[in-house]
């Protein structure tokens, strides 16, 4: 049996409010936007996670808010905020999937660069493809071949890069 695991970058943030923390900033306009379309079409193409892990942080928390009320299939409460994903580097991503490794077949984190584009390009690497940017809202799919997201061993396949500009 293989496992799914959704990974995506928050949506583009707001700078219009200098005296805004890091922590505290919103997602503007377009971030809202770009975060419907992700929502909506992980429903349309029924990507729906088990679980959806995020960091706390604002921009974050807007951006699966949004992205969860799209996906009518998907039980809120099985969304979390993990107060280590905000700013969480690449090993402390790892950790977060070995955590759930053995709990769920379809796991989904939100998070912030650099960690997120550092995971994403460790990812892209075990299944051959070649690295990527990882802009704003941006959604990477990958297939384990095990139900247990073993990054180490098993055979990963990126099954989908959504990049919301590209969908209709």
């Excluded at 247990?148 to 989908?160: A, H, K, M, P, Q």
Aim: proline share 4%; net charge negative.
């Amino acid at each position: 049996m293989s496992s799914y695991l959704y990974i995506m970058r928050h949506a583009k943030s707001d700078w219009s409010g200098p005296q805004t923390s890091d922590f505290e900033r919103p997602i503007n306009g377009r971030g809202r936007k770009n975060a419907m379309r992700v929502g909506g079409w992980m429903s349309e193409n029924n990507h729906i996670p088990q679980k959806i892990i995020s960091s706390p942080a604002l921009r974050a928390k807007e951006t699966i808010e949004l992205v969860a009320a799209q996906i009518s299939k998907f039980n809120l409460e099985d969304l979390a905020y993990e107060d280590e994903l905000y700013l969480a580097g690449f090993t402390q991503l790892i950790e977060f999937i070995n955590t759930y490794k053995d709990k769920v077949q379809s796991l989904m984190l939100v998070g912030h660069n650099p960690g997120i584009e550092n995971l994403v390009n460790y990812l892209c690497d075990r299944s051959g493809d070649k690295e990527t940017i990882v802009t704003t809202a941006n959604l990477f799919i990958f297939k384990f071949s095990s139900d247990s997201f073993n990054t180490g061993v098993d055979i990963i396949e990126l099954v989908e890069a959504i990049k919301p500009r590209e969908l209709n």
